[in-house]
Structure formats: C-alpha cells, structure tokens
C-alpha cells in the first residue's frame, strides 16, 4: 500500500501568513489522485483539493494544491482565522486508499 | 445541498458488535457509493472499505474483512456498517463519505462522525 508522509506535524503561524504543506508518497501516485482534506475538531472533513490541483466546490482561491509523482503540496496564501485546522492528504488511485497523518496549523 | 448524517455515539463490551448508520440527502443516493473511514485517537485516518449504493458490491480492507459488513438501504437512502468482535484497538471516530466510484473519485461529502469506544 501507498504510505503518505506529511511535514511537518504542526505548525504555529499567525493570520496572514502564506503556508505550504508536504504530502510525500512512499511510490507514485497514479495519475495524480492525490486529495486534500480540512478538518475542523467536532466538524465533518471537508474536501479542498482533488487530482492534485482542482479545488473542490466553493473552496476560496487562497487554497492551491500542486505536484505529481510521490512529491505533493498545499498552500494557502493568505491565513484566514478559520483556516486553522488539521489538513491531510489522501491517495485514491489505488487500493487500499490511503491517509497521510495529518499537518495541524495553530494560531502562533 | 448533500449532507450524511450519522447516528450517534455508542460504548461497547469488548467482544460485542456495533452498527452504525450514515443517512443521506441532497443527492441521488443510488448514483454513489460510500466508503467509512475511522480515527482511532491521536492517529491518521484508515480506510475501512467501500459500498456501492447501486447494487450493494463491497469491498473491504484486508485487515478488517472478516469482521466488517458495509450495506445499504436504497428505500431509506441510508448506508450501515457493521464490526462485529470489538477490541479496544477500535476505539475510534468512524466516517462515512461519499464517492462516485470505490477507485479514481475523491471523497467529496463526509459524516460528522461516529465515536465508537470499546471498553470493558
């Protein structure tokens, strides 16, 4: 199976700030189906980012997403208060899906 | 809009089974399937399998597919899934969330959750 590694765990930024997080795969991820996901603690998961770079219905512009192969990122350019959440990646061109372990962003 | 609204928390005895619900609307339900997803706590999310809402195919992970059963009711719009023999290395949030298809389609809606704990 395909393991995600995110960096880094955590990350204490201020509002404003541009962020990029890391999704690195353990083998290529096939045509690039590779998503994004924010999670909120007592909310449903939302999808921002899918086959790397679309992002996903309503989702603001300040989230972008990029990479192919084992090597994937997600930036957000302008830290908005609500953006601070756990986001992790997740591989699903190939079974069994997969789950990075998560890149927490906390208000420094 | 699509929402999947899961039933609510439960506590079990180890050795026990546990079924959890995750109702959906807003969309066609047959046109989907569904895959469950849980947190244990602490730890990155795992797949558990997936189920078509169209003719009721599953599949699972391998490590759970003697003890899981995914199916659903296309009457009610509803999507069930069930772990039989409970450890305590299943105490975790489990997560509905739909897909057009078990391989190539992104999870696009999610449950708010079930916590599931298996304590004695």
């Known amino acids: 199976e395909i393991v995600l590694t995110q960096s880094p765990g955590t990350l204490s930024l201020s509002p404003g700030e541009r962020v990029t997080l890391s999704c690195r795969a353990s083998?290529?991820?096939?045509?690039?189906?590779l998503a994004w996901h924010q999670q909120k603690r007592g909310q449903a998961p939302r999808l921002l980012i899918y086959a790397a770079s679309s992002r996903a219905t309503g989702i603001p512009d300040r989230f972008s997403g990029s990479g192919s192969g084992t090597d994937f990122t997600l930036t957000i350019s302008r830290l908005e208060p609500e953006d601070f959440a756990v986001y992790f990646c997740q591989q699903y061109g190939s079974s069994p899906y997969t789950f990075g372990q998560g890149t927490k962003l906390e208000i420094k | 809009q699509v929402q999947l609204v899961q039933s609510g928390a439960e506590v079990k005895k180890p050795g026990a089974a546990v079924k959890v619900s995750c109702k959906a609307s807003?969309?066609?339900?047959?046109?989907?399937?569904i895959h469950w997803v849980r947190q244990a706590p602490g730890q990155g999310p795992e797949w558990m399998g997936w189920?078509?809402?169209?003719?009721?195919?599953?599949n699972y992970a391998q490590k759970l597919q003697d003890r899981v059963t995914m199916t659903t009711d296309t009457s009610t719009n509803t999507a069930y899934m069930e772990v039989r023999s409970l450890r305590s290395d299943d105490t975790a949030v489990y997560y509905c969330a739909r897909a057009y298809r078990p391989l190539q389609y992104p999870l696009d809606y999610w449950g708010q959750g079930t916590l599931v704990t298996v304590s004695s």
């Open positions: 189920i078509s809402a169209y003719n009721g195919n599953a």
């Open positions: 083998q290529s991820v096939s045509n690039s189906y």
């Open positions: 807003g969309y066609t339900f047959s046109n989907f399937g």
